[in-house]
């Protein structure tokens, strides 16, 4: 690993969140020197649209140092990698669409991450995963990888059971953009804060945020804000209603779970009913994603590449590229900053099983993460809700690595968004259809 000219990797280089990301390396060029930025994918046409927007950014921000390539050769992308950054979406946001409309059709909770949808998208995207991480050991074993390629728990599962000596950080950017949202909509400055939480990704609340310009823990007046009145968006997802949705259903948590502040995804496993009620089954979050980022960024590319005048990279990039970009420098500057990390518990949270893979508070540096351990253990009710969500998360990956259908039915029924094993039945038999090509076979 290079500590100068730094050649970075984006696995998922045609993805919307690319420019953040690249932004956020530029603008912090004096802590994290990259010299080189390769956008690796699957999907020509996203890549190049994105090579074409990634040196926009550069030439008009005067990065002419920075060398640009854009490839579908993994060995070409990862050859003396420093960093890889994945954001892989293995069956895009077309598989999106049916990971959230299926489940619906069956009145059940349609979701990326959670519930059955969660579980469909990781069947396919643990898949992919390994692909990269397997390319990387292969090409550039000493690089690091910034994984932020979702259903985050499940992945990081499945890579530490294939790959457990693999350099690699697997972040989610929720905990962040929640506690931005809160900073800004209630006047406080996050970078004062200290923040307790844990749980397992988009699972978890927090136990405390300690503030250390005004010397106490503020997450009880937070709460007390937060019950008065939801969030409004803050900046990223701007007239988004569906954020606006998940910032009311947090207040929404809070009046029947006052005591800690939970992670805003936790609406889906206590609301489930009302969730369904409240979808549109016939419009979801990925056909807004869909007419929103994704038509914009073609868009931008359509615009640079006909040489239009005036703004063409007219959007709010939000906290995830920022974040990458922290964890990447802390890491070369050995800094041990703190950031949310899905990590092996092994004892940090002590009265839950030592091999869940969980969301804690983690300081980074040269060595990877090194969690803090929270050295008292969590109540009944979290504990119960995590060990079921940990338990189907693993009898899912089991089911993946050994190809059993009658794990992945076990897994399906135990998801707390399903309330029997007829319907577990009934969605998964069709989500194997769907999915045919992307999931292991079943038998
Ligand atoms: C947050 C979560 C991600 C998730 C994204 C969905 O950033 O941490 O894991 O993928 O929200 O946002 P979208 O706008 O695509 O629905
Ligand atoms: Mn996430």
Redesign the pocket.
Known sequence: MKFTDLHVAIAGGGSTYTPGIVQAMLHNSDRFPVSKITLYDIDEERNEDMKLIVKYMLENDGYDNVELNATLDPEEAFTGCDFVFSQIRVGGMEMREKDEKIPLSHGLVGQ??CGVGGFSYGLRSIKGLLGVVGYVQEYSPDAWILNYT?PETLIAEAIRRQFPNAHMLNA???TI?IEETMARNFGYDRKNWIAQYYGLNHFGWYTSIYDKSLQRDVMPELIEKLRKAPMKIASF?KGDQSWQDAWNKLSKILDYFPDYLPNNYLEYYFFPDIVVEETDSNHT?ANM?MDGRLKNTKEMATKIRNKAEGEVLDFDFGE?GQYIVDMATSILNDSHERFMLIQPNMGAIPNLRQDAVVEIPTYVGRLGAEPISMRHPINDFHKGLMEAQNAAEKLLVDGYFEGSYQKVLEAFTLNQTVPSADKAKEVLDDLIIANKGYWPELH
Request: net charge negative.
């Open positions: 990326e991450t979702n989610c950017d929720m953009s997802n979050r994603v995830h």
